[in-house]
Protein backbone atom coordinates (compact mmCIF):
# COMPACT_ATOMS: atom_id res chain seq x y z
CA UNK A 1 0.00 0.00 0.00
CA UNK A 2 0.87 3.90 -0.24
CA UNK A 3 0.78 4.29 3.43
CA UNK A 4 3.52 6.01 5.70
CA UNK A 5 2.49 6.25 9.37
CA UNK A 6 3.62 7.56 12.58
CA UNK A 7 3.35 6.05 15.97
CA UNK A 8 2.18 9.15 17.64
CA UNK A 9 0.11 11.88 16.45
CA UNK A 10 0.86 13.99 19.02
CA UNK A 11 4.24 14.74 20.96
CA UNK A 12 5.17 17.22 23.94
CA UNK A 13 8.50 17.76 25.63
CA UNK A 14 9.91 20.00 27.69
CA UNK A 15 12.12 22.99 26.44
CA UNK A 16 15.92 22.00 26.41
CA UNK A 17 14.96 18.59 25.74
CA UNK A 18 15.22 15.97 22.74
CA UNK A 19 12.78 15.36 20.97
CA UNK A 20 12.09 11.79 19.03
CA UNK A 21 9.34 11.84 16.47
CA UNK A 22 8.90 8.20 14.72
CA UNK A 23 7.28 7.05 11.41
CA UNK A 24 6.24 3.52 10.21
CA UNK A 25 6.70 3.19 6.15
CA UNK A 26 5.21 0.29 4.44
CA UNK A 27 6.89 0.58 0.61
CA UNK A 28 10.03 -1.44 0.80
CA UNK A 29 11.09 -0.06 -2.60
CA UNK A 30 11.06 3.42 -0.91
CA UNK A 31 15.01 4.68 -1.90
CA UNK A 32 14.46 7.74 -0.40
CA UNK A 33 13.02 9.42 2.75
CA UNK A 34 12.32 13.47 3.84
CA UNK A 35 11.54 14.98 7.14
CA UNK A 36 9.34 17.89 6.78
CA UNK A 37 7.96 20.89 9.22
CA UNK A 38 4.67 22.13 9.00
CA UNK A 39 4.08 25.60 11.00
CA UNK A 40 0.60 26.59 10.85
CA UNK A 41 -0.66 28.17 7.38
CA UNK A 42 2.59 27.61 5.87
CA UNK A 43 3.63 24.73 3.23
CA UNK A 44 6.02 21.91 4.10
CA UNK A 45 9.71 23.12 5.11
CA UNK A 46 12.11 20.19 4.13
CA UNK A 47 14.09 19.56 7.06
CA UNK A 48 16.36 16.92 6.62
CA UNK A 49 16.47 13.41 4.31
CA UNK A 50 18.21 10.65 3.71
CA UNK A 51 18.53 7.43 1.07
CA UNK A 52 18.25 4.10 1.31
CA UNK A 53 21.61 3.03 1.12
CA UNK A 54 22.61 5.49 4.57
CA UNK A 55 21.45 4.81 8.09
CA UNK A 56 21.67 7.81 9.73
CA UNK A 57 22.19 11.15 8.58
CA UNK A 58 22.85 14.42 10.74
CA UNK A 59 21.88 17.98 10.51
CA UNK A 60 22.10 21.29 12.32
CA UNK A 61 20.21 19.77 15.89
CA UNK A 62 18.42 17.47 13.53
CA UNK A 63 19.32 13.29 13.30
CA UNK A 64 17.45 10.71 10.74
CA UNK A 65 18.28 7.18 11.42
CA UNK A 66 16.60 4.38 8.57
CA UNK A 67 16.28 1.05 9.96
CA UNK A 68 15.35 -0.57 6.81
CA UNK A 69 14.63 -3.93 8.32
CA UNK A 70 12.28 -3.23 10.05
CA UNK A 71 10.84 -0.47 7.76
CA UNK A 72 11.17 2.34 10.54
CA UNK A 73 12.63 5.93 10.11
CA UNK A 74 12.83 8.83 12.95
CA UNK A 75 13.69 12.43 13.56
CA UNK A 76 15.30 13.43 16.53
CA UNK A 77 15.90 17.19 17.45
CA UNK A 78 18.33 17.99 19.85
CA UNK A 79 17.88 20.82 22.50
CA UNK A 80 13.78 21.58 21.84
CA UNK A 81 13.06 24.81 21.05
CA UNK A 82 9.60 26.96 20.79
CA UNK A 83 10.11 27.60 17.53
CA UNK A 84 9.97 24.09 16.70
CA UNK A 85 6.24 23.25 17.44
CA UNK A 86 5.00 22.14 14.53
CA UNK A 87 3.41 19.10 12.36
CA UNK A 88 6.46 16.62 11.18
CA UNK A 89 5.90 14.22 8.13
CA UNK A 90 8.00 11.78 7.36
CA UNK A 91 7.18 11.09 3.94
CA UNK A 92 8.91 8.51 1.12
CA UNK A 93 9.51 8.18 -2.39
CA UNK A 94 10.93 5.62 -5.02
CA UNK A 95 12.43 5.84 -8.17
CA UNK A 96 10.07 3.49 -9.56
CA UNK A 97 6.71 4.50 -11.52
CA UNK A 98 5.72 8.35 -10.60
CA UNK A 99 8.09 10.83 -8.61
CA UNK A 100 6.02 11.45 -6.05
CA UNK A 101 6.28 11.89 -2.13
CA UNK A 102 4.03 9.91 0.05
CA UNK A 103 3.32 11.36 3.33
CA UNK A 104 1.96 10.42 6.50
CA UNK A 105 -0.51 11.70 8.25
CA UNK A 106 2.02 13.85 10.79
CA UNK A 107 2.98 14.54 14.13
CA UNK A 108 2.37 17.29 16.26
CA UNK A 109 5.03 18.87 18.24
CA UNK A 110 4.41 21.14 21.18
CA UNK A 111 6.69 22.59 23.54
CA UNK A 112 6.37 23.38 27.00
CA UNK A 113 8.21 25.99 29.11
CA UNK B 1 11.38 31.55 1.97
CA UNK B 2 11.60 27.91 -0.85
CA UNK B 3 11.59 30.94 -4.04
CA UNK B 4 7.91 29.10 -4.89
CA UNK B 5 5.00 31.24 -4.92
CA UNK B 6 1.18 30.09 -5.25
CA UNK B 7 -1.97 32.19 -5.92
CA UNK B 8 -4.75 33.19 -4.64
CA UNK B 9 -3.72 32.62 -0.71
CA UNK B 10 -7.57 31.76 -0.50
CA UNK B 11 -10.52 30.85 -1.99
CA UNK B 12 -14.23 30.21 -1.63
CA UNK B 13 -15.99 28.51 -4.32
CA UNK B 14 -19.31 26.49 -4.55
CA UNK B 15 -20.12 23.11 -5.58
CA UNK B 16 -20.61 22.66 -9.07
CA UNK B 17 -17.96 25.57 -10.41
CA UNK B 18 -14.76 25.56 -11.24
CA UNK B 19 -11.55 26.39 -10.15
CA UNK B 20 -7.68 27.29 -11.38
CA UNK B 21 -4.86 27.87 -8.63
CA UNK B 22 -1.56 28.33 -9.89
CA UNK B 23 2.32 28.01 -9.21
CA UNK B 24 5.62 29.75 -9.83
CA UNK B 25 8.74 27.31 -9.35
CA UNK B 26 12.06 27.77 -7.86
CA UNK B 27 14.52 29.54 -10.09
CA UNK B 28 16.02 26.92 -12.38
CA UNK B 29 13.25 23.90 -11.46
CA UNK B 30 11.63 21.90 -14.19
CA UNK B 31 9.52 19.91 -12.49
CA UNK B 32 6.09 20.84 -10.37
CA UNK B 33 3.48 18.55 -8.20
CA UNK B 34 0.58 19.58 -6.91
CA UNK B 35 -0.89 18.22 -3.43
CA UNK B 36 -4.16 18.02 -2.21
CA UNK B 37 -3.75 18.55 1.94
CA UNK B 38 -7.11 17.88 3.78
CA UNK B 39 -7.47 19.18 7.28
CA UNK B 40 -5.41 17.37 9.98
CA UNK B 41 -3.86 15.06 6.82
CA UNK B 42 -0.42 14.61 5.16
CA UNK B 43 -0.43 15.97 1.87
CA UNK B 44 -2.15 13.81 -1.25
CA UNK B 45 -0.06 13.63 -4.63
CA UNK B 46 -2.39 14.54 -7.25
CA UNK B 47 0.04 14.91 -10.36
CA UNK B 48 3.31 16.04 -11.09
CA UNK B 49 4.25 17.75 -14.39
CA UNK B 50 8.10 17.25 -15.96
CA UNK B 51 9.02 19.82 -19.16
CA UNK B 52 5.15 20.61 -19.84
CA UNK B 53 4.11 16.68 -19.90
CA UNK B 54 2.33 15.02 -17.17
CA UNK B 55 4.54 12.60 -15.01
CA UNK B 56 2.41 10.43 -12.92
CA UNK B 57 -1.20 11.06 -11.37
CA UNK B 58 -2.15 9.69 -8.03
CA UNK B 59 -5.81 8.90 -7.25
CA UNK B 60 -7.40 11.81 -8.03
CA UNK B 61 -10.45 11.96 -10.58
CA UNK B 62 -10.05 12.96 -14.45
CA UNK B 63 -11.71 16.25 -13.17
CA UNK B 64 -7.99 17.38 -11.64
CA UNK B 65 -6.35 18.53 -14.64
CA UNK B 66 -2.96 20.51 -15.09
CA UNK B 67 -0.59 22.69 -17.06
CA UNK B 68 2.75 23.66 -17.04
CA UNK B 69 4.11 26.71 -18.91
CA UNK B 70 7.74 27.48 -20.57
CA UNK B 71 8.94 29.10 -17.64
CA UNK B 72 7.53 25.91 -15.10
CA UNK B 73 5.19 27.46 -14.03
CA UNK B 74 2.06 25.64 -13.37
CA UNK B 75 -1.49 25.18 -13.21
CA UNK B 76 -4.05 22.90 -11.26
CA UNK B 77 -7.83 23.33 -12.74
CA UNK B 78 -10.62 21.40 -11.13
CA UNK B 79 -13.99 21.28 -12.55
CA UNK B 80 -17.72 20.18 -10.45
CA UNK B 81 -16.23 20.91 -7.53
CA UNK B 82 -17.24 18.75 -4.74
CA UNK B 83 -17.77 19.76 -0.82
CA UNK B 84 -14.41 17.32 -0.40
CA UNK B 85 -12.31 18.99 -2.46
CA UNK B 86 -12.24 21.71 0.38
CA UNK B 87 -8.53 21.41 1.29
CA UNK B 88 -4.87 23.19 1.06
CA UNK B 89 -3.70 23.30 -2.35
CA UNK B 90 0.37 22.63 -2.61
CA UNK B 91 2.65 22.82 -5.20
CA UNK B 92 6.24 21.80 -4.98
CA UNK B 93 8.87 22.12 -7.46
CA UNK B 94 12.20 20.45 -7.94
CA UNK B 95 15.34 20.24 -10.20
CA UNK B 96 15.23 16.71 -10.94
CA UNK B 97 12.71 14.37 -12.69
CA UNK B 98 14.33 10.73 -11.32
CA UNK B 99 16.98 11.78 -8.49
CA UNK B 100 17.02 12.29 -4.94
CA UNK B 101 15.99 15.96 -5.57
CA UNK B 102 14.14 17.26 -2.65
CA UNK B 103 11.13 19.02 -3.14
CA UNK B 104 10.29 22.98 -2.05
CA UNK B 105 6.71 23.24 -1.20
CA UNK B 106 4.65 26.59 -1.67
CA UNK B 107 2.94 28.21 0.75
CA UNK B 108 -0.35 26.26 -0.28
CA UNK B 109 -4.09 27.75 -1.42
CA UNK B 110 -6.75 27.15 0.97
CA UNK B 111 -10.02 26.40 -1.26
CA UNK B 112 -13.17 25.84 0.35
CA UNK B 113 -15.96 24.92 -1.34
CA UNK B 114 -19.21 25.64 -0.15
Known amino acids: GENVGLHLPTLSVQEGDNSIINCAYS??????FIWYKQESGKGPQFIID?????DKRQGQRVTVLLNKTVKHLSLQIAATQPGDSAVYFC????????????FGQGTRLTINP | ETGVTQSPTHLIKTRGQQVTLRCSSQ?????VSWYQQALGQGPQFIFQ???????GRGNFPPRFSGLQFPNYSSELNVNALELDDSALYLC?????????????FGPGTRLTVT
Open chain 2, 27 to 31: SGHNT
Open chain 1, 50 to 54: IRSNM
Open chain 1, 27 to 32: NSASDY
Open chain 1, 91 to 102: AEKSLQGAQKLV
Open chain 2, 92 to 104: ASSSNKRTFGEQY
Open chain 2, 49 to 55: YYREEEN
